[in-house]
């Protein structure tokens, strides 16, 4: 007699993108199924799945920081496995209202490494001193120390045994190994940080590896000004003060297909001393950066992405 085919429970899976059709890996997705929720997060390529779901209706929540929360998903299970898309947007807006909600720890034990992550709101918000240069607000990161020269230590490593990231693109100084770049504070989306097993393709990581992820753009024109008026210092004359403007802007360069971001930075520091002649008792220190992001979706899973920055400084009467 012929065997009867073996019937399989349906499935639910998917992929979580973001609105530039990136995936987005590490983002917990909850399956409510009654009374007992199930958890999983998504992988290196935002993919997710539930096995052996019973026929009916479900609700799914997607959530990850620096993204805007996604609740309450509708999917509905036939006989046939359900395969979604789900559209997951970064958090642009500012939020005074906080809610603290306490969710469970999960292990997952295909992860070999240590990670922690700084999203945009929290680089922003925190108190810190000189809030205008990003190395400042990186010591909120558990295992991050900065030393009194602004030099900042990961695992209690030295500053140089790090792999700085920008965008994949390793910016960590030729000479020194250090990470003294200027990149603006309102360009950066997330700091990701990585300690322990983080794999070969970081060779010249003793320590771990810090990643910045910045701006990308997306279909919608943004600009964004911080500190754009300029300070002024009336002791012994009027002189330009201390000035720390930023600007971003960004917006579509072929809506759905591609996207450009550009963040200027400029920082002016002024120092008078009172005992020394006019003349020769003041110093000033200009210092910008501006960093230009472009990206193209070739296909729906390839895309091509250049980064340019560039810093300059100079200084009077330093000696």
């Known amino acids: 007699m012929p065997s009867e085919p073996i019937q399989t429970a349906p499935s639910i899976s998917g992929v979580v993108e973001d609105e530039t059709g990136q995936p987005v890996s590490g983002v917990e997705v909850t399956l409510f199924t009654g009374s007992i929720p199930q958890r999983t997060s998504t992988n290196d390529l935002g993919r997710f799945r539930f096995e052996a779901v019973p026929r009916g209706d479900y609700r799914l929540n997607f959530e990850k920081g620096g993204f805007f929360r996604l609740s309450d998903y509708g999917v509905r299970v ?18 005074s209202h906080v809610d603290v909600v306490a ?39 558990p295992g991050i120390v900065q030393d009194n020269s602004g030099l900042l230590h990961i695992a209690g490593a030295h500053a140089e045994d790090t792999v700085y990231l920008l965008d994949g693109f390793e910016i960590n100084n030729p000479a020194s190994g250090l990470f003294n770049a200027r990149v603006n504070v309102d ?56 000035w720390f403007p930023r600007m971003t802007f960004s917006g579509p360069v072929q809506k759905g297909r591609s996207w450009f971001s550009d963040s200027l930075s400029l920082q002016h520091d002024f120092t008078l001393v009172s005992e020394l002649p006019p003349g020769s008792n003041t110093s000033q220190d200009w210092a910008g950066d501006n960093l230009f992001r ?24 330093t000696d």
Request: avoid cysteine.
């Open 294 to 317: 472009a990206q193209y979706n070739v296909t729906p899973s390839q895309s091509l992405q250049a980064n340019f920055l560039y810093n300059r400084e100079s200084a009077t009467r």
């Open 78 to 95: 036939t006989s046939e496995s359900a395969e979604i898309t789900v559209t997951l947007n970064h958090e642009y807006e500012m939020h």
């Open 103 to 141: 969710s469970p720890h999960e292990v997952d034990p295909q992860q070999t490494r240590h990670e922690d992550e700084l999203v945009a709101h929290e680089i922003r918000e925190d108190p810190v001193p000189s809030s205008h240069t990003l190395q400042n607000a990186l010591p909120a990161i």
């Open 187 to 242: 360009a950066v989306r997330a700091v990701d940080v990585a300690t322990g097993r983080y794999g070969a393709r970081f060779p010249g990581a003793g320590a771990g590896v810090l990643a910045l992820q910045t701006d990308t753009g997306d279909d919608h024109w943004r600009f964004g000004a911080t500190n754009f008026f300029p300070s002024l210092s009336f002791q012994q004359g009027t002189h330009l003060g201390n």
